[in-house]
């Protein structure tokens, strides 16, 4: 039996569906599993909006080894750890908010104009507000977009 569901609760869509259409401004930009659709968004508002908190967007260059072109790198927040400051390729940022979600951690820094949102287990030691924090994105998780369009 075939259904056409409309919702705009990502929760529910995932929950209830084999197959998922998102759509923004009229168009669809991804069909596929919820596991599809989280893991390798082929649109920034699919990656954004699938997820809680949405998937986390940096200049393509703020990491090294970005694809020729790509503007963007997107990652989730269940992808990025705090490491060491000597940690190669780890991003410099200023926590700005550290929220204990009880099952986990979400800390939420700044790091030049972007945020960087890192979700951690519940019993990590998160930094404290203020605190300088070095964040690194796990490789095989991250996806590059150019104009909204995933690129690699």
């Not at 649109?43 to 703020?62: D, E, K, Q, R, W």
């Not at 550290?98 to 951690?105: C, E, I, M, N, S």
């Amino acid at each position: 039996l075939t259904l056409i569901y409309v919702t705009h609760d990502q929760v529910e869509a995932l929950t209830f569906a084999e197959e998922v259409v998102v759509m923004t401004r009229g168009r669809a930009v991804q069909i596929g599993s919820a596991d599809e659709l989280f893991e390798r968004p082929q649109h920034t508002f699919v990656g954004h909006f699938i997820g809680s908190p949405g998937m986390n967007f940096l200049p393509a260059g703020i990491v090294p080894g970005a694809p020729d072109g790509a503007t963007l790198l997107g990652v989730r927040p269940e992808y990025v750890s705090i490491t060491t400051p000597n940690t190669a390729g780890a991003v410099t940022a200023v926590v700005t908010q550290r929220q204990d979600v009880g099952t986990y951690w979400l800390v939420t820094a700044k790091t030049g104009s972007s945020v960087i949102r890192a979700r951690l287990s519940a019993d990590a030691s998160p930094p404290a507000v203020g605190d300088t924090a070095w964040f690194s994105v796990a490789g095989t998780h991250t996806c590059y977009y150019m104009n909204e369009e995933l690129v690699a």
